[in-house]
């Protein structure tokens, strides 16, 4: 049976290994957001990235394992394609893509070609996403965040499922 636990914006120990055996575990990103991990200290700077839906492995004689969510800082940001993003694609070009969040969901397009993904990552010009895109998009079609983030730190699940000796 997993533990469940929420994550917020300050390190969340969520795995201890046990004294005997060789500990191990299996962590799964339950949220919507980003989650980093790393040791005590662990910031989203510092920490491995763990995407929503992602699992990790954890194995070995690893030490506890501590988790931050992602900040959410941005206003509701919303952008447009400068060139075309065909289907297959994990980046877009957009005229702006700084005010996108990392781990934020965003709708690509309008109408029936409409698709929804996840930001992976960003920078001034582009947006890389978790998933390819579905369908052909054109230079000039929207690019919007599907919820307005606030300026408040965003929080996560995550969820443990100890190894047979962990």
Do not use: C
Not at 80 to 99: E, I
């Amino acid at each position: 049976m997993p533990l469940t636990t929420f994550v917020g914006p300050t390190a969340t120990l969520i795995y201890t290994p046990s004294p005997a055996g060789s500990p191990s575990a299996v962590i799964s990103n339950q949220g919507t957001t980003y989650l980093y991990l790393g040791q005590s200290e662990v910031t989203e700077t510092s920490g491995f990235p763990l995407a929503p839906g992602e699992t990790l492995n954890y194995l070995a004689n690893a030490p506890a394992l501590y988790a931050v969510a992602s900040s959410v800082t941005a206003a509701s940001p919303a952008t447009t394609l400068t060139a075309d993003a065909a289907a297959g694609a994990t980046s877009l070009t957009v005229a702006s893509g700084t005010s996108f969040v990392n781990g934020s969901s965003i709708t690509i397009g309008s109408g029936a070609s409409a698709e929804t993904n996840i930001v992976s990552a960003h920078g001034s010009t582009s947006i890389t996403l978790t998933t390819a895109l579905l369908y052909d998009h054109e230079s000039g079609e929207a690019v919007k965040a599907d919820a307005a983030p606030t300026n408040e730190i965003g929080g996560g699940t995550i969820q443990v499922y100890r190894g047979a000796n962990g």
